[in-house]
């Protein structure tokens, strides 16, 4: 029954060329879009560190000198972050799904949205012109007064992702009046998909931080083009003001990073269970918890800056807050999978990859946000272990859980689940050599940053260095995977995996205006206690027995 | 409502809306997002300028009296004005005046280029006088230390704010073409008054300009 619906033309295919594309306002084409362009600089991104860890295999050199290491460190970062983390699950993914789940023909304002997109790329270029010119090497922080006074492109960084910042607030203010206003008739605010409250929260930050850091980096282009003096020391500014501004964007901006994530998390947790979702409204409200949250921590990055000590037991305090709302939701996901019908296919695997990496990533942040603990691990290897546990172990494993998951649905075909598994497991054995190790070594006093090490350090730092490349390996094989997917000649139907949600009632790949007809809530997005469906892909796959099992 | 789309629907409303109303609400929301927004970017200077006013009280002081009260509260007294036609103007679109419209957001405009002239004013009066901020002030009259921030201050604050003003002036501009052109009617007149709350938030950071650079001590 669910192919004959694919009769209809395709988003893909319909209307043509390239102009067609490059002017597009159908949701569903900007989200490739971001797709293609977040992966662009994720591969980028992925090799600078690849060649980062490579240089740090021995303390002496390898491939490049100090200075290269600072700016290979600096654009791994700011590409990693600006240009691939953030805009990652929303832009890509949350542009393709969000008006699909509620039920909308499109997002409230889709040529902001297509608008969002070159800001996008505009910005990107600006980033890219730093390389050219002297890349940056302060580090994605731009601390000041350093990155007022090294000689390095600073400006043209910090304008490209000052430009990047409208791109992400043009998206949030999308996602936010779309899903007040475009809901489809029936569907409550506690009937929507997880995934959408997800996307909620991040867009109020995305909306009310990102001005914050926009305004921070006008004043730093502005103290290096004129010397206006309100972050220099000398002038009797304050450079403590900058990091204020900083983090009160970029702390916010990490769960910007990982909400979306979360809500991928339940969406793939509750389908490969095929169980409801267990505390459906504990989630909802814990990812505005945590965006709440996230507005009160900024000062816990900051506990050796010299702000006072009250403050920073005040910001200490606060920050084991966030632990609460995100252990609801790793009890609820937990809770899910108890005496589910659980099915392992490749999203699944990553969303419980996810689980184990994300507690590991969440614990050490509470290590961290510890005040004592934290002046002797500041600035360490540990910083930056936990730091990828929660952006790569959790951000990144729910965004390939996510493009796991709807890859059918988004170019309507299958890849090879067997190649999926091998890779799934292969980047979960990289990434654990990788960063596990980090911990280690910063517990044992490595700082983090630096382009050389005493010798005591090596054998882990090798150990680290092989996990990347181990990593990388894997990342460069679902790269082929996925590129050999569209040869494939298997039919995928609509809804592959017998989800509930609303994006699988359409056809796969969807028609250009969503739906054939105007969709209307039927059923809650988790109601798997009154409906069983039995997916397209267990059919093809002698899912005789998965019929059975539910 | 239809399964394909825009067959029944009125030439301004956007195939994905259900409804004109839906429409609207839509945009009415995305806009006051849009000032949050823009609330915020104000925010990160007023707070620049609250450290730096509890650091250097004196030299606060000091600094502002070589502001002019009276060109800033002219201007103050400009920009209510011009928000005042501006709001007449949404009225009279509802009434379906379009003549009417068009000559109030003409006097709206006239009024944003009366507060850029006046500001310009001020500025060469103390770019004139080395009254500049960070490295590039040389004014030697003011007493306290560090009196260079109060400028950058001033200068940063009232420059974002100019620059929104500019693009205020283009944005009635446009509306003052579209209402030429005649997109608008007693039904619809959406664009117009989303202008006019950027245009009343320009008036309204102003408002906090003014006394806080202008009249404090």
């Known amino acids: 029954m669910s192919h004959d619906s694919t009769a209809a033309l395709s988003y893909l295919q319909e209307p043509k060329g390239l102009k067609s594309w490059l002017l597009t306002v159908d949701h569903k084409r900007i989200g490739i879009m971001y797709l ?14 690849v060649i980062l860890r490579t240089e740090l295999l021995r303390p002496e050199r ?49 040529r902001l949205n297509l608008a969002s997109w070159y800001v996008y790329v505009f910005g990107a270029l600006f980033c890219l012109y730093s390389i050219i010119s002297g890349a940056v090497d302060t580090g994605w922080t731009f601390y000041a007064p350093y990155s007022t006074t090294t000689s390095t492109s600073v400006i043209s960084m910090t304008l490209g992702v ?69 972050f220099d020391p000398a002038m009797g500014g304050d450079p403590v003001l900058f990091q204020h501004f900083f983090w009160f964007y970029s702390h916010p901006a990490v769960y910007i990073m990982i909400l979306p994530g979360m809500g991928i998390i339940s969406e793939v947790i509750s389908t490969f269970s095929h169980r409801k979702i267990f505390g459906y409204k504990a989630i909802a409200y814990s990812s505005l918890g945590i965006a709440f949250v996230s507005f009160l921590v900024w000062g816990h990055h900051m506990f ?15 920050t084991f807050f ?14 899910t999978l108890y005496k589910g019908s659980i099915s392992l296919e490749t999203p699944m695997i990553y969303a419980l990859m996810f689980l184990f990496l994300f507690m590991i990533g969440g614990f050490t942040g509470i290590m961290l946000g510890a005040l004592a603990l934290d002046v002797h691990l500041h600035d360490t290897y540990f910083v930056v272990a936990h730091f990828h546990y929660v952006m790569m172990g959790g951000t990144v494993m729910a965004f390939l859980a996510g493009i796991h998951y709807w890859w059918p649905k988004m170019f309507g075909k299958m890849y090879s689940e067997r190649w999926a598994k091998v890779v799934a497991v292969i980047i979960f054995v990289g990434f654990n050599m990788t960063f596990f190790t980090q911990f280690i070594l910063g517990a044992k006093g490595m700082p983090r940053r630096y382009y050389t090490y005493l010798d005591q350090y090596q054998p882990l730092h090798g150990f680290s260095s092989v996990g990347a490349w181990v990593l990388g390996a894997g990342f460069m094989i679902m790269a082929v995977y996925f590129i050999a997917s569209f040869w494939s000649k298997r039919k995928v139907g609509d809804n592959p995996w017998g989800a509930l949600t609303a994006e699988w009632e359409t056809s796969s790949p969807p028609p250009q205006h969503n739906f054939l007809t105007d969709p209307v809530f039927k059923h809650g997005p988790y109601d798997y206690d009154k409906i069983a469906v039995v997916g397209d892909y267990y059919k093809q796959s002698g899912g005789t027995k998965m019929a059975e099992k539910i | 409502m239809s399964t394909t789309h825009a067959d029944a629907h009125p030439k301004f409303l956007q195939h994905h809306f259900g409804t004109a109303f839906q429409q609207q609400e839509s945009s009415k929301l995305g806009m006051w997002l849009f000032l949050l927004t823009e609330v915020l970017f104000f925010g990160g200077l007023f707070c620049a300028y609250a450290v730096f006013n509890a650091w250097y009280p004196e030299t606060f002081v000091n600094a502002h009296k070589a502001l002019s009260w009276q060109l800033g509260g002219l201007n103050t007294m400009v920009l209510i004005i011009s928000s005042v036609t501006v709001a007449l103007a949404i009225r009279s679109m509802q009434l379906g005046k379009k003549k009417l419209t068009f000559n109030l957001l003409a006097i709206t405009v006239l009024l944003a280029f009366v507060f850029l002239v006046i500001k310009y004013f001020e500025y060469s009066h103390k770019i004139h006088l080395g009254q500049l901020p960070g490295n590039l002030y040389t004014y030697t009259g003011i007493e306290g230390t560090n009196p260079h921030l109060f400028f950058s201050v001033y200068f940063m604050l009232t420059g974002l704010h100019g620059v929104h003003v500019v693009a205020g002036i283009i944005a009635i501009s446009w509306m003052m073409y579209r209402v030429h052109r005649g997109d608008f009617s007693a039904e619809y007149y959406t664009p117009i008054e989303m202008t006019g709350l950027y245009w009343h938030l320009v008036d309204l950071v102003w408002i906090f300009l003014f006394p806080m650079l202008y009249l404090i001590g």
């Open chain 1, 36 to 49: 293609c362009a977040i992966m662009f600089f994720f591969f980028v991104g992925g090799a600078l560190a």
């Open chain 1, 62 to 110: 390898i491939l490049m000198d100090a200075d290269t290491y600072n700016q290979f460190f600096t654009l791994h970062g700011a590409i990693m972050i600006f240009l691939f983390i953030i805009p990652s699950i929303p832009a890509a993914l949350g542009n393709f799904l969000l008006p699909l789940m509620v039920g909308a023909k499109d997002v409230a304002f889709p």
């Open chain 1, 162 to 230: 000052f430009i990047l910042g409208f791109s992400s607030i043009f998206t949030g203010l999308n996602f936010i009046v779309t899903i007040h206003k475009l809901r489809m008739p029936g569907m409550t605010w506690f009937k929507m998909p997880l995934m959408v409250w997800g996307l909620y929260a991040t867009a109020i930050i995305q909306v009310l931080a990102t001005p914050v850091l926009a305004i921070t980096l006008v004043l730093l282009i502005m103290e290096r083009l004129m010397g206006v003096g309100i």
């Open chain 1, 304 to 318: 050796t800056s010299g702000q006072s000590e009250i403050a920073a037991m005040i910001f200490s305090f606060l």
């Open chain 1, 322 to 335: 966030v632990g609460i709302p995100s252990g609801i939701k790793v009890f609820n996901w937990v809770t």
